[in-house]
């Protein structure tokens, strides 16, 4: 079935460090893929997307590429501070019916 | 500010009780969600409705009944749960359904004693 499958946190940073989270996918379809984040205390943002394959989206210094022939879509940012600290939501969406498939998360801590 | 606000943020309830989780969006769309949120488990879509209509029902239990008066209101009606319920209950919306990008709400943080 279709689905979405993160690395498991948690991961733990020094600010200013590298950071991915892996993400692949399986899907019956041609999905969009999403990175949502979600702050101690409130609901899932949404962090980037992108709708189509070698697509990149970027957002606050994250990105990710859309990539079909690894179905992956992995977040990345170059240099993290202590408020990225979150728990972050890989997803696909599968239309017609706008089916939302989510990761587990991944708990990200940056320690200055 | 995400413009879908939810009430209570917090609910103890017994398994006998009956309560209701609510949820209003203030940007105008036209499509509702309601997921459950567990620990180490992805997000549950539980319900989805378009145009105050249900289009979705994922085999949730007759314990849990939505309710949809209007566009901007979503509720949760609960009623005898079990401690397994508990969970973080989240709303979002999208501006149609076909629409790719949902808005979440905070969540209501529920244990079931």
């Known amino acids: 079935g279709d689905s979405v499958t993160q690395m498991e946190g948690p991961v733990t940073l020094s600010e200013e460090a590298f950071l991915t989270i892996n993400c692949t996918y399986t899907?019956?379809?041609?999905?969009?893929l999403f990175w949502y984040v979600q702050y101690p205390g409130e609901g899932l943002q949404l962090l980037l997307k992108a709708t189509k394959a070698d697509d990149k989206g970027s957002n606050k210094g994250f990105e990710a590429t859309y990539r079909k022939e690894t179905t992956s879509f992995h977040l990345e940012k170059g240099s993290v501070q202590v408020s990225d600290s979150a728990v972050y939501f890989c997803?696909?969406?599968?239309?017609?019916?706008?089916?939302?498939?989510f990761g587990t998360g991944t708990s990200l801590t940056v320690i200055p | 500010e995400t413009g879908v606000t939810q009430t209570p943020r917090h609910l103890v309830m017994g398994m006998t009780n009956k309560k209701s989780l609510k949820c209003e969006q203030h940007?105008?769309?036209?499509?509702m969600y309601w997921y459950k949120q567990s620990a180490k488990k992805p997000l549950e879509l539980m319900f989805v409705?378009?145009?105050?209509?249900?289009?979705e029902n994922n085999s949730v239990p007759s314990r849990f009944s939505p309710e949809c008066p209007n566009s901007s209101h979503l509720f949760l009606h609960l009623h005898t749960l079990q401690p397994e319920d508990s969970a973080l209950y989240l709303c979002a919306s999208s501006q149609l359904l076909a629409t790719d990008t949902q808005y979440f709400g905070p969540g209501t943080r529920l244990t079931v004693l």
């Open positions: 940007l105008g769309h036209n499509a």
């Open positions: 899907a019956t379809g041609y999905p969009s």
């Open positions: 997803a696909l969406n599968l239309r017609p019916g706008n089916q939302f498939y």
């Open positions: 409705y378009s145009l105050e209509e249900r289009v």
